[in-house]
T-cell receptor, first 111, second 117 residues
Framework: DQQVKQNSPSLSVQEGRISILNCDYT??????FLWYKKYPAEGPTFLIS?????DKNEDGRFTVFLNKSAKHLSLHIVPSQPGDSAVYFC??????????FGAGTILRVKS | GAVVSQHPSWVICKSGTSVKIECRSL??????MFWYRQFPKQSLMLMAT?????????EQGVEKDKFLINHASLTLSTLTVTSAHPEDSSFYIC?????????????FGPGTRLTVT
């Protein structure tokens, strides 16, 4: 039962353009959502998060949007840079319980 | 920073043998450590949560006698895969949480690739 889904295994974007990574979830009890970034041979590192009481959270070039009615969140990176090339994981938690991860999306930013 | 290391980074073992994976927090004390596994093209799945000095809590479907977890100190947790079989081949990754921090604040190690032949 995959409660968090990242349906796009990979995404390729031109440098300077917007990258949009998507994530869908099925558990309506999820109340906190996170995005992690992972480079090869390194562990995932926290990028940005959002609580279910908000619909948007912004941190520099990174913005996360949450659409609770659609059970959908997205991560926008503007402008995309070659150093953003990595695997991005979406994760969710219900009531402070364990993190449930998506399978990840490989982002390639072409210069 | 908050650095978590894992050793080894990859290991190949024969079916029926046991293999131990170490997870260390290098610059902080980790009161809680988490062990995940990831199959190719699938998500990270939590296997167990271990608190320093107490028994690990395993997720449903994870065999605690097969995946032995020890969290003997505030900087070290080990995962031992006993009597490994080819289906145990996977990517194992740990994370650690500092004292007083919430569930969301986990620092991940780089992972260990286990191949059982």
């Amino acid at each position: 039962d995959q409660q968090v889904k990242q349906n796009s295994p990979s995404l390729s974007v031109q440098e300077g353009r917007i990258s949009i990574l998507n994530c869908d979830y099925t558990n309506s009890m999820f109340d906190y959502f996170l995005w992690y970034k992972k480079y090869p041979a390194e562990g995932p590192t926290f990028l940005i998060s959002i609580s279910s009481i908000k619909d948007k959270n912004e941190d520099g070039r990174f913005t996360v949007f949450l659409n609770k009615s659609a059970k959908h969140l997205s991560l926008h990176i503007v402008p995309s840079q070659p150093g953003d090339s990595a695997v991005y994981f979406c994760a969710a938690s219900a009531l402070g319980n364990k993190l449930v991860f998506g399978a990840g999306t490989i982002l390639r930013v072409k210069s | 920073g908050a650095v978590v290391s894992q050793h080894p980074s990859w290991v190949i073992c024969k079916s029926g043998t046991s293999v131990k994976i170490e997870c260390r927090s290098l610059d902080f004390q980790a009161t809680t450590m988490f062990w995940y596994r990831q199959f190719p093209k699938q998500s990270l799945m939590l296997m167990a949560t271990s608190n320093e000095g107490s028994k690990a809590t395993y997720e449903q479907g994870v065999e605690k006698d097969k995946f032995l977890i020890n969290h003997a100190s505030l900087t070290l947790s080990t995962l031992t895969v006993t009597s490994a079989h080819p289906e145990d081949s996977s990517f194992y990754i740990c994370s650690a949480r500092k004292r007083g921090q919430g569930i969301y604040e986990q620092y991940f190690g780089p992972g260990t690739r286990l191949t059982v032949t």
